[in-house]
């Protein structure tokens, strides 16, 4: 089957990445979220994320006007009916997410599929909320998704092939590189990349090295285009610890278990650049890394 018209629930970072590279791959899109505030606020990053991709000469302004066009917003999940892939990029919790898909399912046509973006719970759990597991799997998008090359795509238990092809090609059509896994917890992203932010936050508990010291040995040691720490600030400390017990009680070897300053700063409320503190200091809830932090 060939998806044209993309449903994204959830207007936060994720869910407008989204919204920004199908629109602007020619895809219908319709943005979803609860409050008309919400997809605004999406939308207002789309539109600084467009502008930015002109500036650089990546984009042109006509695709931009284009794209913009092409992104319905919505607060009702009735107007995602008509469409031929919903992507949900809500909240980062088992119940609200089944309640939504289990909505979505007695909303959409019988062919249409449906996925989650989650970062690590079950596809096969959320699946089993619907009656179309076989048209139901997961498109892990990393972040900022206007930049990076991956789509994770999951299948759970009982996802079709047809499913996963129609799938893929929509995220190649995206611009994206799709790759496949199955459905064991944290996926194959998170269950690599979590054991090592986790590592580097030991070092720090346990006075190996300063925050910056870990960061940039492997930035520079190893390439990476950010440290460790500075990557768990930007992706949130609450969602890292929130992976890790997936992690823990998942796979039940406690070579998973989350470093106790990770517990620690999280119960603080210094959940990263999203809350102004997390290993460094920002200014502000989102803003610039200062220095010193
Ligand atoms: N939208 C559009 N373009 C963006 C952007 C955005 N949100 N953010 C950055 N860019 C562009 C910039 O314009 C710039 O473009 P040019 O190359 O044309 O100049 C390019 O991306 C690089 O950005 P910057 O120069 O501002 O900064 P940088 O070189 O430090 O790169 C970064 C920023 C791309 C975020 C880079 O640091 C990086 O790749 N970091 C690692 C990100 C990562 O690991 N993400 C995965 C997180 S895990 C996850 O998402 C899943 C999970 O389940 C937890």
């Not at 580097?200 to 870990?214: K, L």
């Not at 997936?246 to 989350?258: A, F, I, M, N, S």
Request: charged share 20%.
């Amino acid at each position: 089957m060939s998806i044209q018209r993309i449903g994204v629930v959830g207007a936060g970072q994720m869910g407008s990445g989204i919204a920004h590279v199908a629109a602007l791959a020619g895809k219908d899109v319709v943005l979803s979220d609860v409050s008309d505030a919400l997809v605004e606020k999406g939308l207002s990053v789309i539109r600084k994320n467009l502008g930015r991709q002109v500036e650089k000469g990546k984009v042109t302004a006509e695709a931009r006007d284009a794209a913009l066009g092409r992104i319905a917003h919505a607060v009702d999940v009735a107007a995602l009916a008509g469409c031929d892939l919903v992507v949900e990029a809500i909240v980062e919790d088992e119940a609200p997410k089944r309640k939504l898909f289990a909505a979505l399912d007695g909303l959409l046509a019988p062919g249409a599929l449906l996925a989650s973006n989650t970062s690590s719970i079950s596809i096969t759990r959320l699946a089993a909320a619907t009656k179309r597991p076989d048209r139901f799997i997961g498109m892990h998008f990393m972040n900022p998704v206007p930049v990076m090359q991956l789509v994770e795509v999951i299948r759970g238990i009982a996802t079709s092939d047809e499913t996963a092809a129609a799938v893929v090609a929509a995220a190649r059509e995206m611009g994206k590189t799709p790759v496949e896994c199955r459905d064991f917890p944290g996926f194959v992203s998170n269950r690599v990349l979590m054991p090592m932010i986790n590592e580097a936050v030991f070092a720090v508990f346990e006075g190996v090295a300063t925050p910056d010291a870990v960061d940039t040995i492997m930035k520079l040691g190893m390439n990476h285009p950010m440290g460790p720490l500075t990557l768990a600030d930007f992706i949130g400390l609450d969602t890292c610890l929130a992976i890790l017990r997936v992690l823990h009680e998942g796979l039940g070897d406690d070579k998973y278990r989350p470093c106790p300053l990770l517990v620690q700063m999280v119960d603080a409320g210094w959940l990263g650049k999203k809350a102004g503190r997390g290993f460094y200091r920002y200014a502000g809830p989102g803003g610039e890394r200062v220095t010193p932090s």
